[in-house]
């Protein structure tokens, strides 16, 4: 794979990312008050969870930073396509408890240490010594 087209593997679906996340604020209820910047953090999300860990199964595994992307037929970026619509239903159920269900609790305690909690589990997976792994 030449040096052009492994950044463009990488960036283009990076910047698609990116725009579904902007693109999606507005389709939100207004009184939830999220702005565009948020939803490119959404899309952020999105690029980790959909794209990068399929595209980039050694990396997302704990191994090496592994060569290319490996997507040469349609079935992969169908798969990518079902763990984006899948990140995109959590995450409306998500805000949906937050903004109308839970409406006057204050979640922010509760998000940060989740939060803490996942992305804790994930670098401990990333960086673990080698060893097998079921998958």
């Known amino acids: 794979m030449t040096g052009g087209a492994r950044i463009a593997g990488r960036i283009l679906p990076a910047i698609l990312c990116l725009a579904a996340g902007w693109a999606a604020m507005p389709l939100l209820p207004r009184a939830w008050g999220l702005t565009r910047a948020q939803g490119l953090f959404a899309g952020v999300a999105l ?64 998000l940060a240490t989740f939060v803490a909690w996942v992305l804790a589990d994930d670098l401990t997976e990333r960086f673990a010594p080698t060893r097998s792994r079921a998958v």
């Open 47 to 110: 690029y980790s969870v959909a794209y990068a860990r399929v595209a980039f199964p050694a990396r997302s595994r704990g191994g090496g930073p592994g060569g290319g992307t490996r997507f040469a037929a349609a079935p992969v970026w169908a798969l990518v396509l079902g763990r984006a619509a899948l990140f995109g239903a959590v995450l409306a159920a998500i805000l949906y408890a937050v903004f109308e269900l839970y409406r006057g609790l204050d979640m922010r305690w509760h």
